[in-house]
Protein backbone atom coordinates (compact mmCIF):
# COMPACT_ATOMS: atom_id res chain seq x y z
CA UNK A 1 0.00 0.00 0.00
CA UNK A 2 1.12 3.21 -0.65
CA UNK A 3 2.09 6.38 1.71
CA UNK A 4 -0.65 8.75 0.13
CA UNK A 5 -2.90 5.74 0.17
CA UNK A 6 -3.03 5.34 3.90
CA UNK A 7 -2.85 9.25 4.30
CA UNK A 8 -6.10 9.82 2.47
CA UNK A 9 -7.29 7.23 4.85
CA UNK A 10 -6.93 9.76 7.59
CA UNK A 11 -9.83 12.57 8.27
CA UNK A 12 -7.99 15.61 7.48
CA UNK A 13 -9.39 17.00 10.56
CA UNK A 14 -7.56 14.72 12.45
CA UNK A 15 -4.36 15.69 11.51
CA UNK A 16 -3.89 17.39 14.63
CA UNK A 17 -4.18 13.86 16.36
CA UNK A 18 -1.70 12.86 14.34
CA UNK A 19 0.42 15.59 15.33
CA UNK A 20 -0.39 15.82 19.24
CA UNK A 21 0.56 11.56 19.62
CA UNK A 22 4.05 12.92 17.42
CA UNK A 23 4.85 15.04 20.03
CA UNK A 24 3.35 13.01 23.16
CA UNK A 25 5.44 9.55 21.70
CA UNK A 26 8.74 11.60 21.46
CA UNK A 27 7.90 13.07 25.14
CA UNK A 28 7.74 9.74 26.32
CA UNK A 29 10.69 8.37 24.14
CA UNK A 30 12.67 11.29 26.79
CA UNK A 31 10.86 10.12 29.48
CA UNK A 32 13.46 7.37 31.52
CA UNK A 33 10.40 5.36 33.55
CA UNK A 34 8.57 4.72 30.30
CA UNK A 35 10.07 1.63 28.32
CA UNK A 36 10.24 1.77 24.73
CA UNK A 37 8.37 -1.05 24.31
CA UNK A 38 5.32 0.90 25.76
CA UNK A 39 5.15 3.98 23.84
CA UNK A 40 3.22 2.76 20.70
CA UNK A 41 0.71 1.30 22.59
CA UNK A 42 0.31 4.67 24.81
CA UNK A 43 0.51 6.79 21.56
CA UNK A 44 -2.20 4.61 20.21
CA UNK A 45 -4.92 4.59 23.42
CA UNK A 46 -4.47 8.58 23.45
CA UNK A 47 -4.98 8.63 19.56
CA UNK A 48 -8.04 6.84 20.22
CA UNK A 49 -9.27 9.17 22.90
CA UNK A 50 -8.72 12.08 21.37
CA UNK A 51 -10.78 11.16 17.67
CA UNK A 52 -13.65 9.84 19.73
CA UNK A 53 -13.65 13.23 22.08
CA UNK A 54 -13.73 15.14 18.51
CA UNK A 55 -15.89 12.49 16.55
CA UNK A 56 -17.98 10.61 19.38
CA UNK A 57 -18.40 7.23 19.75
CA UNK A 58 -18.21 5.08 16.72
CA UNK A 59 -16.67 2.35 15.02
CA UNK A 60 -15.09 4.45 12.33
CA UNK A 61 -13.65 6.82 14.93
CA UNK A 62 -12.26 4.18 16.71
CA UNK A 63 -10.81 3.37 13.08
CA UNK A 64 -9.59 6.56 12.87
CA UNK A 65 -7.93 6.70 16.26
CA UNK A 66 -5.96 3.53 15.31
CA UNK A 67 -4.85 5.07 12.29
CA UNK A 68 -3.85 8.14 13.48
CA UNK A 69 -1.73 6.82 16.16
CA UNK A 70 -0.03 4.57 13.63
CA UNK A 71 0.68 7.18 11.59
CA UNK A 72 2.22 9.17 14.15
CA UNK A 73 4.35 5.99 15.03
CA UNK A 74 5.29 5.11 11.88
CA UNK A 75 5.81 9.07 10.55
CA UNK A 76 8.47 9.06 13.30
CA UNK A 77 10.13 5.68 12.75
CA UNK A 78 10.80 6.82 8.95
CA UNK A 79 11.95 9.93 9.63
CA UNK A 80 14.32 8.24 12.52
CA UNK A 81 15.52 5.49 10.34
CA UNK A 82 15.62 8.05 7.87
CA UNK A 83 18.17 10.23 9.54
CA UNK A 84 20.24 7.10 10.86
CA UNK A 85 20.58 5.47 7.61
CA UNK A 86 21.84 8.92 6.19
CA UNK A 87 24.89 9.10 8.92
CA UNK A 88 25.92 5.49 8.35
Known amino acids: MEWNAIF ?3 DPKLLIVV ?14 SVP ?4 V ?4 LLAVV ?5 LGWSPE ?4 GVLCGAFAVYGNQ ?6 KGIDE
Open 8 to 10: NLI
Open 19 to 32: AACWVIGYILKQTP
Open 36 to 39: DWSI
Open 41 to 44: YIVT
Open 50 to 54: FTVWL
Open 61 to 64: ALIQ
Open 78 to 83: LVKQTK
